[in-house]
């Protein structure tokens, strides 16, 4: 067991860990956000806020009052958090699926820990434990896909990303193809497939059998669905 489960947490406080693995979360845009922070019992709760484009709110992880600027909210945790010893710091501009997040992330922490664990898109998944070798955790950033779980959030500043909730979100044709020509069994890696085969289209919107297998060639299904794939891929791209 290592030393940090070892050590019992006092009432009121937060770990250094814990503070930045749940920081402060803006929303802007008009969106239903739901994020998961600790509270100072290490309880997980759930945050739940309606917002436009005219109102932005940083959240502290520590006790969840709300502040309408980043610098209020640094004011805030120094003075009444700063025993736990952080401050809110390598703060990460994110567009993902048309909404803008600002969030605070470790200097190593992935582009995958951050959709999932603190903007709460769970799509990007981790079937290879993070060795970037099954595209399951493919997003699209800047237009191309990418692994998130290869990339450093904090590298990821102002970048344009869509996952597979936007890409439903959109109604896109892939959704329907993938459905009729049955592409997933345990559905597991099947975002990662969408997100690829979506880049794809965006930058080919007629393409060849073989250029489907040659986008699709990193992405890894353990349930051996490989050829249902480019027969959805085709007729999406004819839609």
Do not use: W
């Not at 959030?153 to 044709?173: F, K, L, M, R, V």
């Not at 289209?201 to 297998?213: G, Q, T």
């Amino acid at each position: 067991m290592s030393e940090e489960k070892d050590i019992k947490k006092e009432p009121g406080k937060i770990s250094r860990r814990e503070f930045l693995k749940d920081a402060g979360i803006v929303v802007g845009g008009t969106a239903v956000s739901s994020a998961f922070f600790l509270s100072a019992c290490g309880k997980e709760v759930e945050v739940t806020k309606t917002v436009t484009d005219k109102v932005v709110k940083y959240i502290c992880p520590v006790d969840s009052l709300e502040f309408d600027s980043l610098e209020a909210l640094k004011a805030h945790y120094d003075s009444a958090h700063e025993s736990a010893g952080v401050t809110a710091e390598n703060v990460t501009n994110l567009i993902v699926n048309g909404e803008r997040y600002e969030v605070q992330v470790k200097s190593n922490e992935t582009l995958q820990d951050v959709l999932r664990q603190k903007l709460g898109f769970m799509s990007p998944k981790d079937m290879c434990f993070g060795y970037g070798a099954c595209g399951s955790c493919s997003v699209i950033m800047n237009g191309r896909p990418i692994l998130s779980c290869m990339s450093l959030a904090i590298e990821c500043n102002n970048a344009n990303i869509e996952t597979a909730e936007g890409i439903a979100d959109e109604d896109h044709p892939l959704l329907s193809t993938y459905i009729k020509y049955h592409c997933m069994q345990c559905g597991y890696c099947t975002p990662g497939f969408i997100v690829t085969a979506k880049a794809l289209l965006d930058h080919n919107p007629n393409p060849s059998e073989a250029d489907i297998r040659e986008a699709l060639n990193g992405n890894i299904c353990r349930c051996g669905t490989y050829p249902a794939h480019i027969t959805a891929v085709l007729e999406a791209a004819g839609s």
